[in-house]
């Protein structure tokens, strides 16, 4: 079965003068002119990728798109209409994305992370930038530790939003961040933590984050839990301490002194703010 957004292994069936026909046994579909090469011959098994074209004819192409059928990707945005707005992805015939599909309204030149998927009414690619829908944070298969890939999905006041192996929601804190990050970087990163709420935290240097000492990890991940700010300080009395950090007022001390030393946080009156 042909399956279109996908790379398909397709034998060659015969040629035609516009280019030639390639057949999974019960369908055919063209491969253009332009993109035949020497190699190609008759019952030769090629791998193609599959879309329609603006004419809504299923095809063959060679090029390679920036993105496939399920997947994530950043792309930019190259038409904005009042139908929707068109995406370049390395095909000729644009994508599509809806108006609804659109998380804020589509400007040309902008980048934006989209999902690509196939619409059922209209068999037709498309994409949405509505990308939480897509993504389902439970049955992982990534534990604590475990390198992964990330994309950047957005910038958040505490950190930037990533997707994790293609598949799942994740955090990366800014305080971890030490280089420039833009929408739809990728980069290989490691799973922090697995929270309760199924939420990933993910670090960019595996190293970095063990060296910390646990009690200062433990004050860390609250402050980043709420926010970037944590109501208490070496002023709050043991009890209060305790009740929100399950820690000594000595320990605690010990806690945050390594953390300002390390230009982690700030101390503020109130609390303890974490540096962006």
Same mark, same amino acid.
């Given at each position: ?5 996908k790379?398909n292994?397709l034998? &060659?069936?015969k040629f ?6 390639l057949?999974?046994?019960e ?8 993109? $035949?090469t020497e190699?190609?011959?008759i019952?030769?098994?090629? %791998? +193609?990728?599959v ?5 809504n004819?299923v095809i ?6 920036? &993105? ?5 990707a950043?792309?930019?945005v190259?038409?904005?209409? %009042?139908f929707?707005a ?9 994508? *599509? ?8 309204? *589509? ?6 992370v989209? *999902?690509?998927?196939l619409? %059922?009414?209209s068999?037709?690619?498309a994409a ?12 992982f298969?990534?534990?604590e530790?475990d390198k &992964? ?5 957005? %910038?958040?006041? $505490?950190?930037?939003?990533v $997707?994790?192996?293609g598949r799942y ?7 971890? &961040? *030490? ?12 799973i922090k933590?697995?929270r309760?709420?199924n ?10 984050h ?11 991940d609250l ?8 109501n208490v ?8 301490i ?11 001390k010990?806690a +945050?002194g ?7 946080i ?10 962006k």
């Open positions: 079965m042909i399956e279109i957004g790379y292994k034998t &060659v069936s035609v003068e516009f280019g030639l026909y057949t999974d046994g369908v055919e579909i063209l491969l253009p002119q332009k993109y $035949i190699e190609m011959a019952d030769s098994e090629q %791998e +193609v990728f879309y329609k074209d603006a004419e004819r063959a192409t060679t090029l390679i798109p920036k &993105v496939t059928l399920d997947e994530f950043a792309l930019e190259s038409q904005a209409t %009042e929707g068109f995406m370049e992805w390395g095909i000729p015939k644009e994508l *599509f994305v809806p108006h609804s599909e659109q998380s804020v309204p *589509f400007e040309v030149g902008q980048k934006h989209v *999902f690509m998927y619409d %059922e009414k068999n037709r690619l949405s930038s509505k990308i939480d829908k897509f993504i389902r944070n439970t049955l298969t990534v534990n530790g &992964v890939w990330i994309m950047v999905t957005k %910038e958040t006041p $505490i950190g930037f939003s $997707i994790v192996n929601k994740g955090l990366l804190y800014r305080n971890e &961040v *030490f280089k420039p990050l833009e929408i739809g970087d990728e980069c290989a990163a490691y933590q697995i309760e709420d939420k990933l935290d993910v670090t960019l240097n595996l190293i970095s063990k060296a910390i000492e646990p009690d200062a990890q433990k004050i860390l402050i980043n839990q709420n926010d970037g700010f944590l300080t070496d002023k709050s009395s043991p009890d209060e305790y009740r929100l950090t399950h820690l000594s007022k000595k320990a605690f010990r +945050v390594s953390l300002y030393k390390g230009k982690i700030s101390l503020e009156k109130t609390g303890l703010q974490l540096l």
